[in-house]
């Protein structure tokens, strides 16, 4: 019985601590889900802050002396259901009960408020008479105003019931649920056991959740920078595979010549030829395309090999720019290790990560003061990796995005389902090559200096890498189409215009530092 009537002494010093908010508008709503602190703020005379822990991470109930720092974007469900429905509007009254708080919210009407601007200005007593008040046998505290606002209908209810299984519920006026988080519920209600102390509490609380969402925060940091280590690894190692092959170039000139010389003894429709090697007096195989005569084949041969040697100084420009790129990303890294999980320290690293080519959804938890972006939700797919994209994004100097396909598959995947039908398609004219989109605005024209990039792209991620001049086909999204049975990544289309753009180193390395991991 004493420790019941404790914990009702204290759910009364919290209905009294908040009796004035009675009347004053609704400021803020924030959430932080991947810890479970729910805030809304408000304006009596200054800015007050009602905090509720709903797990996870924290529980319990206060003051917040602040707003925490990290909190989900307007996005998340839950926040948006509470600024759309809450925000903006009056508090007509905060019930304290013995299995949780509940936040009544509406508008006053015109003969009863004060000026818009000013109802949190005034007095608990000029706002309505503000109280608390403790039903009887352990009926719930509440800050109410006086009857003379009974006439107000609720617009939203906030039920918010705190515990490490707890949840929130938003209401509509008539009672019908809007929104629950999370969406599965928490346990059954539990008796809630109130702080003596209301501010002592929520300042414990907003710190408590602070600290372990910043904990989260810089797990999800350092796995996105070693993301974009061992990209950038596999990105050097596939540079120095090309330059490796630029050992073949003599042979690629040498089966050219032979085909010339004995193309014409080849029968028509074969695979692949037996060639007489006049250097070793043996003899070389050679692949060949059965629908195109054996002699007209060795111009294909010969300009592999100048495509091999023009790439030459833009691969090992792009290997030296990689391999600086690693040795910032590992000093990156370190000091990801070292730091200490508090935003102020995580948000500088965020910035020089994302500078580094750290794609910015990798580090969408990552939240600054003032600056919320989306915690990470809890629910079933929680823990889980975000899905694998089939295309890279890279950036135009404007900052526009341009998506590449990563594979033959994924070239059907980007332009069959992720380009939109106004959207900008680029494909290298003749070869194969990857899928390019530019995403645009409904009725918008691509820019030329987006169009000269995005075909610049296009060109360097097909055969006709290493050419000075590309041409390039581009077209609406709307007019490519799949064929059914087609191979992947085989595509036609219609209303064809061309580019011929010619390749320009710096453009070139300029895209590729963009590259932001699918």
Same mark, same amino acid.
């Given at each position: 019985?004493? #420790? ?9 010093? $919290? ?37 509720? =822990? ?51 919210? =509406?508008?006053? !009407? ?19 008479? =503000? ?40 209401? #509509? ?66 540079? &120095? ?33 037996? $060639? ?25 041969? +010969? ?37 200490? !999980? ?26 600054? !003061?003032?600056?919320?972006? !989306? ?5 079933? &797919? ?27 598959? #994924? ?28 995403? $645009? ?23 006709? &890498? ?11 999204? &709307? ?13 036609? +289309? ?16 300029? $895209? ?7």
């Amino acid at each position: 019985m004493e #420790d019941r009537q404790g914990g009702a002494a204290a759910g009364g010093a $919290l209905a009294e601590e908040v009796a004035g908010w009675v009347g004053a508008r609704i400021d803020a709503a924030h959430a932080n889900p991947a810890t479970g602190l729910v805030a809304l703020a408000v304006y009596a005379g200054a800015r007050r802050v009602l905090g509720a =822990g709903i797990g996870p991470r924290v529980a319990g109930v206060g003051v917040l002396p602040r707003l925490p720092r990290l909190r989900a974007a307007a996005a998340h469900p839950l926040v948006a259901a509470m600024r759309a429905h809450l925000v903006g509007r009056r508090v007509l009254a905060i019930e304290v009960r013995s299995d949780g708080l509940a936040v009544v919210a =509406g508008d006053l !009407p015109r003969d009863e408020g004060e000026d818009e601007g000013e109802i949190g200005e005034t007095s608990a007593a000029e706002a309505g008479k =503000g109280r608390a008040v403790e039903g009887e046998g352990g009926a719930p505290a509440q800050a109410e105003r006086a009857p003379a606002g009974q006439g107000r209908a609720a617009a939203a209810r906030l039920e918010l019931a705190p515990g490490r299984r707890g949840e929130a519920r938003l209401l #509509d006026g008539a009672g019908n649920l809007i929104v629950r988080w999370p969406p599965q519920g928490g346990a059954p209600p539990a008796e809630v056991v109130y702080a003596a102390d209301p501010l002592a509490a929520g300042a414990a609380l907003v710190e408590a959740s602070d600290d372990a969402a910043a904990g989260q925060e810089k797990a999800a940091l350092a796995r996105a920078v070693k993301a974009r280590r061992a990209a950038l690894e596999r990105r050097a190692e596939a540079v &120095r595979g090309d330059l490796g092959r630029l050992g073949s170039v003599a042979r690629l000139q040498k089966t050219g010549q032979l085909l010339l010389a004995q193309g014409a003894r080849v029968p028509r429709g074969a695979a692949k030829a037996l $060639l007489d090697d006049w250097e070793t007096g043996g003899k070389l195989e050679v692949a060949l395309d059965p629908a195109r005569p054996a002699k007209a084949q060795a111009e294909t041969f +010969f300009a592999k090999a100048r495509r091999y040697q023009r790439g030459e100084a833009v691969m090992r420009a792009r290997l030296a720019e990689t391999e600086r790129a690693l040795q910032a990303i590992a000093a990156l890294e370190a000091d990801v290790a070292a730091a200490a !999980p508090r935003p102020e320290a995580l948000e500088p690293l965020a910035k020089r990560a994302i500078s580094l080519g750290v794609a910015r959804a990798a580090l969408a938890d990552l939240a600054a !003061p003032g600056e919320p972006g !989306p915690a990470r939700t809890q629910g079933p &797919r929680a823990g889980r990796e975000a899905p694998r994209r089939p295309f890279h994004v890279y950036r135009s100097a404007s900052g526009a995005a341009i998506l590449v396909g990563r594979g033959a598959e #994924d070239n059907d995947a980007l332009t069959t389902k992720h380009a939109r039908p106004h959207d900008l398609w680029l494909h290298a004219k003749g070869v194969v090559g990857a899928h390019v989109v530019v995403p $645009l605005p409904k009725g918008a024209s691509c820019p030329a200096d987006v169009l000269v990039d995005a075909a610049t792209l296009a060109a360097h991620f097909s055969d006709a &890498r290493g050419d000075v001049v590309c041409e390039v086909s581009y077209v609406q999204r &709307r007019y490519v189409r799949k064929p059914r049975g087609a191979a992947p990544g085989a595509v036609t +289309f219609e209303r064809e215009k061309v580019i011929a753009v010619r390749i320009e180193g710096d453009r070139l390395a300029r $895209l590729l530092a963009t590259k932001e991991e699918g």
